[in-house]
């Protein structure tokens, strides 16, 4: 199907996003392959539409479903593995957990690696109310020598699923599974998170035990005091609610 029918069905957004990647490619492309369905879009549109110099980075992070690492070494074997979490599970004996409000682990995992290019990456508005905000080409907050570039971030889930669909990409089979987003096993963001930590129990265990591992080599911390014991502090965890409304329930109860 040539771009001219796909734009009578409402895709001008395909060649608007080819023409944008084409314009400002003054130098070849970082590009961002997480191995989910928007990397694979934004793979596609750089590599086979624009065709512009570019090279593929996964940040390699240690909480993957194993699914996802086997679809990039299978069907994104150009795409260069870099190793920036090599110390995260210490991370978290640290830092503790992370929470829908601090997620420090996306800095950590996910937005390494960059430095000092044009760097393409598959954000999207309907992502998320804080996604809505950014803009097409932005510098990168912490790195001020890295330009951030989304060039399908007005594209809807259901426009993303048709380009793959159109174009016949090979797509991460989690999706297939009732995924809606591949990330982290035990993401505090991810709907399924005890379904995630189920799965795959290797992960969950090792999201409990550095979890157990903060709580007591933290004992003065605000929310451990709060919650007592690692197993409340586990389990406050993974209710996603606020130390106050976790405690408040659990009181209910009795």
């Not at 990039?72 to 870099?82: D, I, V």
């Not at 420090?104 to 905000?133: F, H, M, N, P, Y």
């Not at 990168?140 to 951030?148: A, E, N, S, Y």
Request: proline content about 6%; glycine content about 6%; charged content about 25%.
């Amino acid at each position: 199907m040539g771009l001219m029918q796909l734009n009578e069905m409402g895709w001008n957004k395909i060649e608007t996003a080819i023409e944008v990647i084409r314009q400002n490619a003054t130098e070849p492309y970082y590009v961002c392959d997480s191995g989910g369905k928007d990397s694979d879009v934004l793979v596609d549109l750089v590599m086979n539409r624009a065709q512009v110099p570019a090279d593929y980075h996964y940040n390699v992070s240690p909480i993957d479903p194993t699914e996802n690492y086997h679809f990039l070494k299978t069907f994104h074997p150009f795409t260069q593995w870099e190793f920036l979490a090599k110390h995260f599970w210490q991370m978290v004996d640290k830092k503790g957990l992370p929470t829908r409000r601090s997620r420090w682990c996306c800095e950590v995992i996910k937005e390494g690696g960059g430095s000092g290019r044009i760097t393409l990456t598959g954000i999207r508005w309907a992502e998320s109310a804080k996604r809505s905000q950014r803009c097409m080409i932005e510098p990168d907050r912490k790195d001020k020598t890295k330009r951030l570039f989304h060039p399908i971030i007005c594209w809807s889930d259901a426009e993303v699923w048709e380009y793959i669909r159109i174009f016949n990409l090979p797509y991460n089979p989690l999706y297939d599974r009732g995924w809606k987003r591949i990330g982290c096993i035990g993401c505090p963001m991810s709907n399924n998170q005890l379904r995630e930590l189920a799965t795959y129990p290797k992960t969950g265990y090792l999201w409990k035990e550095h979890a157990r591992i903060f709580f007591e080599s933290h004992p003065d911390n605000k929310t451990n005091t709060a919650l007592k014991t690692p197993e409340n502090f586990w389990n406050w965890w993974l209710s996603g609610k606020s130390v106050k409304n976790y405690l408040n329930e659990q009181q209910s109860k009795f």
